[in-house]
């Protein structure tokens, strides 16, 4: 949870804690989740991703990965969700989200970084099973992301999203095959611990993870196999945290 060193004049001027995000970004949610969970105040700064706002010079200086969410806490930046959440539970106060034990701290340490690898994932299922259905790209656009700024691996990303060929069905059948290898590995979890990931009481790895699962059923992707990870998500989605953030969450 490191402090990235941002040369951003507009960040290193804000005080308090300031969240640049995205309403549909689940890297967002998974912040707000958090925020939320622990009683953070927190000022709203809504990316426009649709229509480029992420990759504007004046936003790339905060994030030069050019993606959101980025926290601002006092002038200092904390870059990549999984790092801010541990970053807002060890600064403020409100509930542990992080259990006491080292071997504990382990396992959902682990969890933490299953679910950072599934990013890639996530955002190929969501753009092939939800944003397909409202959102066209085009080689204009693609070029102009390029253009601007944006990382490689973005743009080739993009690139054989708006292609829509053989290397954009390689990505969605790779994501299918991978996805389906971390939700087994959750389901066994919730075997043994019978309610949540993080262990006898909600933590980082239930915020972590439930983003993930949540946006899997908005796609429509099939979870029949998963029946106690089913259970643990309707127990989070209904919690008045993940209410706030997401299912309720209205961007200002």
């Not at 001027?13 to 549909?24: E, I, S």
């Not at 409100?94 to 950072?116: H, K, N, Y």
């Not at 899997?216 to 196999?225: F, R, S, V």
């Amino acid at each position: 949870m490191a402090v990235y060193p941002s040369r951003s004049a507009e960040a290193a001027a804000l005080k308090g804690v300031h969240l640049y995000h995205f309403v549909m970004s689940n890297c967002s949610q998974r912040v707000r989740i958090a925020l939320e969970a622990k009683g953070v105040p927190w000022e709203s700064h809504h990316v426009d991703l649709p229509g480029g706002a992420h990759l504007t010079p004046g936003y790339l200086e905060i994030n030069p990965n050019g993606v959101v969410p980025s926290l601002v806490h006092d002038g200092k930046v904390v870059l990549e969700s999984n790092d801010i959440i541990a970053y807002i539970d060890a600064t403020f106060d409100g509930p542990q989200l992080m259990p006491s034990g080292d071997d504990d701290r382990t396992v959902v340490q682990g969890l933490i970084e299953l679910a950072s690898g599934a990013q890639a994932s996530i955002k190929a299922l969501s753009h092939e099973l939800l944003f397909k259905r409202v959102r066209k790209v085009s080689a204009a656009d693609v070029d102009g992301m390029a253009t601007a700024g944006a990382p490689a691996s973005l743009v080739d990303f993009m690139r054989d999203y708006s292609e829509d060929g053989a290397a954009w069905a390689d990505r969605v059948a790779r994501a299918r095959a991978d996805m389906d290898e971390r939700l087994g590995q959750l389901e066994g979890r919730l075997m043994l611990t019978g309610r949540w990931l993080s262990g006898p009481a909600f933590g980082l790895a239930d915020i972590s993870w439930v983003v993930n699962v949540f946006r899997l059923q908005q796609c429509g992707y099939d979870l029949d196999a998963y029946s106690r990870l089913n259970v643990w998500c309707r127990a989070v989605t209904a919690m008045p945290a993940f209410k706030r953030a997401v299912s309720e969450y209205r961007p200002t």
